[in-house]
């Protein structure tokens, strides 16, 4: 991944503040992540790991691992995108818990049939978050696919400023090959798994990963404490309605709308039950495992944040050290050019060719380097890249990985208590303390919790 261009906006009176910078994802990158994506969707279809009682284990691990993966990616190359802010951030976990009360009354108390809303609701999400998706590797095959082929004049009153958040009059907006096409794919499939029924698992968890990834790149976090802030109170909203609320209203509310079928559609991960013909499931069971969108998009958010963190930390130290080096040979190569010239003098000649410690130069040089290294703020374009590899964003891979094992927590404290479970009761404290732990032994925890993304970003309040 290659940033291309940067803006510095300095702050002032905040120190942690990141300049804008943007960035590109590798074009290999972006077709390895979508092939693994198809590959764990036609594995899951292929029948094998139905056959296997836990075949959904492996299942939802690739699926939720590849939807964080370019989730994350996505967002790190969009210009601008919406943040949570802290005071959001915590209110967050009460608007959900008063819109999940609210569906689960009109579902089970008032017995509404939401399926004609909810379907058009899912049919529109599901076109946009699947052409949004396949513009990435269709732009990935080359510059045809990216060039405005026409403009389309918006509305006036519907175009906003990403900058400014004004009102802009006359706007008009780029169609490209890529957005056609999408747009087209899109279609076809939220028409599909309609006509399915949201029954097709394979339909229903392709849009619904793609409806993770185009959120993931949209929203996300400014800085660390309001992301660790928000995933707390999640932590605690998840439990109180899987746990608690069987207590208060005489039922698992969050099992109840997941599983209720006039609230259906493409907002959690499907595969088909193992049928276990020694131990067979109620007749009036779900028929499917299920892993809830949130589940995926919540502890994605702290991923995402980390890809950024690591972006933004990457860029820094190579624009210090590019500081750092070029502070060491003037320094160096003046002093020396002094010492030849007999203006300063030294020990012993041969001490510059061999040693230039011996004389003070090199001691001095260092000094330099270092001075130039901790004050170094402007960012050079040559500076400016991001590693291909997973060792190059250390904290974005520690938290996939951890990611991976609170999932596989949750499951096993699943098959043992035979109950459904809160996953994000595993998912957060595996996530941040990874986080933690990593930037703690690092010794740069104090970076991290001040470390605040205002790149092209806009908050939601």
Same mark, same amino acid.
């Given at each position: ?218 929203? *996300?976090? &400014?800085?660390?404490?309001?992301? $660790?802030?928000? %995933?707390?109170?999640?932590? @605690?909203? !998840? ?120 004389? *003070?130069? &090199?001691?001095?040089?260092?000094? $330099?380097?270092? %001075?130039?290294?901790?004050? @170094?703020? !402007? ?83």
């Amino acid at each position: 991944m290659d940033p291309r261009t940067t803006d510095d906006n300095k702050d002032d009176d905040n120190d942690a503040a990141t300049p804008t910078r943007t960035f590109e994802w590798d074009r290999f990158d972006v077709f390895a992540s979508y092939g693994a994506f198809g590959a764990a969707l036609s594995l899951g279809d292929s029948g094998f790991l139905q056959n296997f009682k836990y075949g959904y284990v492996p299942y939802f691990c690739a699926l939720a691992v590849s939807s964080i993966y370019i989730g994350s990616h996505r967002g790190l190359t969009r210009e601008f995108r919406e943040t949570i802010s802290f005071e959001s951030s915590l209110v967050g976990p009460v608007v959900l818990s008063g819109a999940l009360f609210a569906a689960y009354v009109a579902l089970e108390v008032l017995h509404l049939d939401l399926s004609a809303f909810v379907n058009v609701y899912f049919f529109i999400l599901g076109t946009i978050a699947v052409a949004g998706n396949a513009t990435e590797p269709l732009g990935a095959l080359g510059d045809w696919w990216k060039a405005s082929c026409y403009k389309v004049k918006v509305p006036d009153g519907w175009a906003v400023d990403p900058e400014t958040r004004e009102v802009v009059e006359d706007a008009e907006v780029d169609v490209t090959p890529a957005q056609i096409t999408g747009t087209i794919f899109g279609i076809a499939l939220a028409s599909a798994d309609m006509a399915a029924g949201h029954q097709n698992f394979t339909l229903n968890n392709a849009i619904a990963c793609f409806i993770v990834t185009d959120f993931l790149s949209v929203i *996300g976090f &400014g800085s660390f404490k309001s992301c $660790a802030t928000l %995933l707390c109170g999640l932590l @605690a909203y !998840d439990a109180f309605w899987v746990f608690k609320s069987e207590s208060v209203v005489g039922q698992n509310v969050m099992m109840s709308v997941a599983t209720n079928q006039s609230f259906n559609g493409p907002f959690r991960l499907l595969f088909p039950r193992f049928e276990d013909v020694l131990n067979p499931a109620p007749i009036d069971a779900f028929p499917f495992s299920l892993l809830g969108l949130g589940d995926i998009a919540v502890p994605g958010l702290l991923c995402a944040l980390m890809l950024r963190y690591d972006a933004f930390r990457s860029t820094d130290l190579r624009a210090r050290a590019s500081a750092a080096a070029g502070a060491f040979m003037d320094i160096f190569e003046t002093e020396r050019a002094l010492v030849e010239s007999g203006e300063q003098p030294a020990s012993d000649a041969d001490d510059i060719e061999n040693d230039g410690y011996k004389s *003070g130069i &090199g001691k001095r040089a260092g000094d $330099a380097a270092v %001075l130039a290294y901790d004050s @170094a703020e !402007d960012i050079s374009e040559d500076a400016m890249s991001i590693p291909s590899s997973m060792s190059g964003r250390a904290f974005f891979s520690s938290s996939l990985s951890a990611y991976v094992a609170g999932l596989l927590l949750a499951i096993a404290a699943n098959l043992v208590t035979g109950e459904g479970q809160p996953a994000l009761v595993y998912l957060v404290p595996c996530t941040l303390a990874s986080v933690i732990y990593l930037s703690t032994t690092r010794d740069e925890f104090s970076r991290l919790a001040s470390f605040k993304d205002e790149s092209g970003a806009s908050s939601l309040l």
